[in-house]
């Protein structure tokens, strides 16, 4: 893997498509303009349209070149997923890239409509059901990838199987690490399943480090100036999901994240993740719990 990786080492994306969900703020912004800069038409994925048309200008007038579409999806609504996955297949024969980016960090409890624990609805559960709907169009594109949103605190919890949604007790810290550790050891068994149907379409599983964002709304807004003291910025955070996204050393079933201290800020690199996150027993019933709760089956092991 090369040291210092940026986006100047990527050859031109002409003709690519991508799919960027929470693209109108943080990592996901950052990770829309770097793909556009490299002449990737951009899908920005984002359930405030007001918001994407605020961001969509930022965007272009930093590249003027862009090719940046805004269609509406809250990612925590199955039906909301659906729709929007019905109206991109309507409108586009390929899909490239895919990044499930859009999230929520300790935010206060909340049932999603689907009657789910709202930041596993919100990281986990509506990316599981986008991903799959979305399949048939990313096999269909030759070196697709999906690369998927993890995060450092996915060490905060392990999946609590018997009470997913948290029905027994709230911990909001526990609750995003649950949410984060779900997208990590899916991003893992979605490669070997994609792998094991002979696809070649790729899973790359990323993580940003810590950067300010607006992910720290939920903070004491006290604490929330601090983050500017000692974190990156989201367009440092960007560059491994651009890495997973771009680069061309991917086979496939990657974490990658910062190479710097802690991995909480750096230029891209592989990084491990530990035995519970790469349980493939764990992976399967998670698979299989996933299924049910979207009623979206796909790649069945
Ligand atoms: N910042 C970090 O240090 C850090 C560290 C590890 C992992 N991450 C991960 O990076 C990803 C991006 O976070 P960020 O730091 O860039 O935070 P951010 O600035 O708050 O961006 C989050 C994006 O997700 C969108 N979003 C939230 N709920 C949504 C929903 N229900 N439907 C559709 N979009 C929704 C937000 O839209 P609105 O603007 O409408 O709210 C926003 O566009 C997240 O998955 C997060 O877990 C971040």
Known sequence: MNKKWTLEQVPSQEGRVAIVTGANSGIGYETSLGLAQKGVEVVMACRDLRKAEEARSRLVAKCP???????????????????????????????????????????????????????????????????????????????????????????????????????????????????????????????????????????????PGLCKTNLDQYFPALIRPLGNLFLQTAKQGALPVLYAALANDIQGGEFIGPDGFQQMRGYPTEVDSDDYSKDEQVAKRLWKASEEMTNTYYLGA
């Open 65 to 207: 070149t862009a090719k940046i579409k805004i269609r509406k999806v809250d990612v925590s609504s199955l039906r909301e997923v659906r729709d929007f996955v019905n109206q991109f297949r309507k409108q586009y024969e390929r899909l490239d890239l895919l990044i499930n980016n859009a999230g929520i960090m300790m935010s206060p409890y909340k049932v999603s409509e689907d009657g789910f624990e709202n930041q596993l609805a919100t990281n986990y559960i509506g990316h599981f059901a986008l991903t799959g709907l979305l399949l048939p169009i990313l096999t269909a594109t030759p070196r697709s990838r999906v690369v998927t949103l993890s995060s450092l605190s996915y060490k905060w919890a392990e999946i609590q199987f018997d009470d997913l949604h948290a029905k027994e007790g709230y911990s909001r810290r526990k609750a995003y690490g649950q949410s984060k550790r779900a997208c990590l050891i899916v991003a893992y068994e979605l490669q070997r399943r994609l792998a094991a149907a002979g696809y070649d379409t790729l899973s790359v599983a990323a993580h």
